[in-house]
């Protein structure tokens, strides 16, 4: 037993050794300097963003830009369509002027003045896009096939070419065209009154 007692005074004695030498011979300093020397991390939290993705346009020497993504193309086709409904809603022939690039397309809206019903007054969030595809895109013209679809101020879905043309820089409606196959880029390669 005195064997047993012994030996575990030496591993105690060694132990009680080893932490003295670690610690500098302070016992009191060893606490202080793991507590200093402990590592502090701090992991950043994540927190929700609902902002929009960046859009990717190159921009050019006249301010104009190429649009480059299917969501910006969608972004330009929904204020456009808005505007256009929004105009109608109101029989404002200026708000129309603003998104279309024909007298022609101004004619054809105020004919739909009182013929267009409205089950309320609309908002761009009602107008939806899927299966976008941006067929052409330059510094003067944008064509983008998609299906179109309104709900709540009226409901509808049509699949279209959109042509827009840039006009005074601001992007406005001249042609829809039915089918990809259809004669749309004669809307791009024409030239704009007033432009």
């Known amino acids: 037993m005195t064997r047993i007692a012994v030996a575990g005074l030496v591993v105690i004695g060694l132990a009680f050794g080893i932490w003295i030498l670690w ?21 950043p939290v994540a927190t929700p963003t609902t902002s929009l993705p960046a859009v990717t346009t190159t921009s050019l020497a ?6 480059e993504t299917v969501e910006e193309a969608e972004e330009i086709l929904r204020e456009l369509w808005f505007g256009w409904f929004e105009g109608i809603y109101n029989q404002d022939v200026d708000r129309i002027r603003e998104v279309v690039a024909t007298e022609d397309s101004v004619t054809q809206a105020i004919e739909q003045f009182a013929a267009m019903e409205f089950s309320r007054e609309p908002h761009p969030d009602d107008i939806h896009f899927r299966d976008s595809e941006i067929l052409r895109t330059d510094e003067s013209c944008l064509a983008v096939w998609t299906a179109l679809r309104l709900g709540g101020f009226r409901e509808g879905e049509t ?37």
């Open 23 to 43: 610690s500098d011979g302070d016992p009191a300093s060893d606490t202080a300097t793991t507590i200093a020397a402990a590592p502090t991390t701090t992991t």
């Open 62 to 67: 006249d301010g104009s830009h190429v649009v």
């Open 159 to 195: 699949q279209n070419v959109h042509v827009l043309r840039l006009r005074d820089g601001h992007w406005v409606r001249l042609g829809l065209w039915v089918n990809t196959s259809d004669l749309w880029e004669t809307d791009c390669d024409s030239v704009l009154s007033g432009s």
